[in-house]
């Protein structure tokens, strides 16, 4: 295939199309079908596995094990920029992580207590294959497109990912109530469990398929003549860092509104990772088909009326400016963790799914768009996005120990999320830091 010229719409929609192909991940392994499936492998077990020589809590591990991903993703995803930045050949690298996160996701078709140790080392290739996968995505964008048309383009993406994520999960939805209509045996049980194993081989062939048409397009890299990999280039995402990090000590107002974001993103990822596993552990659900399908359900909520938060807390940034409505959404963040912790019917549990989607899609809009007024005038915003991405990361693996370990020790995730509060809590103090003044509308 003949490389087309930046700008094209061919090449455009051939880009945007790989979130069509990718956020199923996100949707079925990470929020809605593997959770579900987890926890119910845990049904007759009291929730507790000896693993690693030591006895934990079943949605503790996987804190644990996803905290660890994260660790890893935040450490590579510098790397990873460093060379997207230079080589020509990043399309390859795409690919890879793309295939290692795919077929990650039909190994989780094995996933079994017996099995244990190579069921959490697929989980953990997954998330690694998506995130890996990303890095190189978002780095092609200025390749690809005029920066007039990088917003438009930014937002077909993530509406096809969406709209792709929905119906996949609506299919699999079917299939786990349903899979007598779709050929599955086995008692209700089984085959719904059978039908969750299939989900998790569709979001691999779902992933792989539709990413093809991204790859005929994407030019190889950015570059006709791709930089040799060295040492100094492997590393540069490193010194871009650094050299964000230093800047940060002359910006006060951006250092201000990083510690803000930082904490509150402890705690904002954290409660999306979770959410699942504290609707399943702690929800009196009246059947096992109940509660399978309030969870899916709620995560349906969840995405569809963040896209509603989003807006409304744009218009709302617009009247009264971006900082106060921050604060405004993370009191809203502070009080909702406070109350998880009494909850107990499904009622409020979709209660509670509508309202964090309402400040889920606020809250991560806002930050994005407020860090972005907040840069110095600079043509290297690569660089400050990149450190973005990693202060996130770093605060989802902290968010994510935190709640693992609280739910270890107190055998609870109500006490988990109550902690969570004291997050947001804190990152209120530290928004009011940033003067309205700092950050133009």
């Not at 010229?5 to 949707?27: C, I, P, R």
């Not at 697929?122 to 978002?138: I, P, Q």
């Not at 990772?273 to 969870?295: D, H, N, R």
Request: charged letters at 15%; aromatic letters at 16%.
């Amino acid at each position: 295939m003949k490389n087309l010229q930046k700008g094209d719409k061919k090449l455009l929609n051939a880009w945007a199309f790989y979130d069509w192909a990718n956020s199923v991940y996100t949707l079925t392994i990470a929020s809605a079908v593997f959770p579900i499936f987890y926890e119910a492998l845990f049904s007759d077990r009291d929730h507790y596995i000896d693993v690693f020589g030591m006895h934990l809590k079943n949605s503790a591990l996987i804190s644990f094990i996803t905290a660890i991903a994260f660790m890893v993703v935040s450490f590579i995803s510098p790397l990873l920029s460093g060379i997207a930045d230079y080589v020509g050949n990043k399309k390859s690298f795409m690919k890879f992580f793309c295939y290692v996160g795919a077929l990650s996701c039909m190994g989780l078709y094995w996933f079994d207590l017996d099995n244990i140790y190579v069921g959490l080392l697929f989980y953990f290739l997954g998330l690694l294959g998506y995130w890996g996968s990303l890095v190189f995505y978002n780095s092609y964008l200025p390749d690809i497109a005029f920066e007039e048309q990088q917003d438009r383009i930014s937002a077909k993406g993530y509406s096809l990912g969406y709209i792709g994520s929905v119906i996949l999960l609506i299919i699999n939805l079917a299939m786990i109530m349903k899979p007598k209509v779709f050929g599955i045996s086995g008692t209700d049980g089984e085959a719904a469990m059978k039908a969750m194993r299939y989900s998790f081989i569709m979001v691999g062939v779902w992933w792989i398929l539709f990413s093809q048409y991204t790859y005929y397009y994407l030019p190889k890299g950015s570059k006709e003549s791709g930089q040799k990999l060295t040492r100094s280039v492997v590393f540069n995402g490193f010194k871009e860092l650094k050299k964000v990090w230093t800047l940060l000590q002359e910006n006060i107002p951006l250092k201000r509104y990083l510690g803000g974001f930082f904490v509150s993103s402890m705690a904002v990822q954290t409660v999306m990772l979770v959410a699942t596993y504290f609707g399943a552990q702690e929800i009196q659900w009246e059947t096992k088909e109940q509660s399978t399908i309030g969870l899916i359900v709620c995560i349906l909520i969840i995405q569809l009326v963040a896209v509603v938060g989003a807006v409304l807390t744009s218009r709302a940034s617009e009247k009264f400016g971006n900082v106060p409505t921050l604060i405004f959404i993370n009191a809203i963040w502070a009080v909702f963790c406070a109350l998880a912790y009494f909850i107990t019917l499904p009622t409020h549990f979709y209660v509670m799914a509508t309202v964090a989607g309402f400040v889920m899609g606020g809250i991560q809009a806002l930050s994005r768009s407020t860090y972005s007024k907040l840069l110095p005038d600079t043509q290297d915003t690569a660089s400050f996005f990149s450190f973005y991405d990693v202060a996130e990361k770093i605060g989802i693996v902290i968010g994510m120990c935190v709640y693992g370990i609280i739910d270890q020790i107190t055998g609870s995730p109500r006490a988990a999320i109550v902690i969570l509060a004291v997050f947001f809590v804190t990152s209120i103090f530290l928004l009011r830091r940033v003067h309205k003044k700092d950050v133009s509308n």
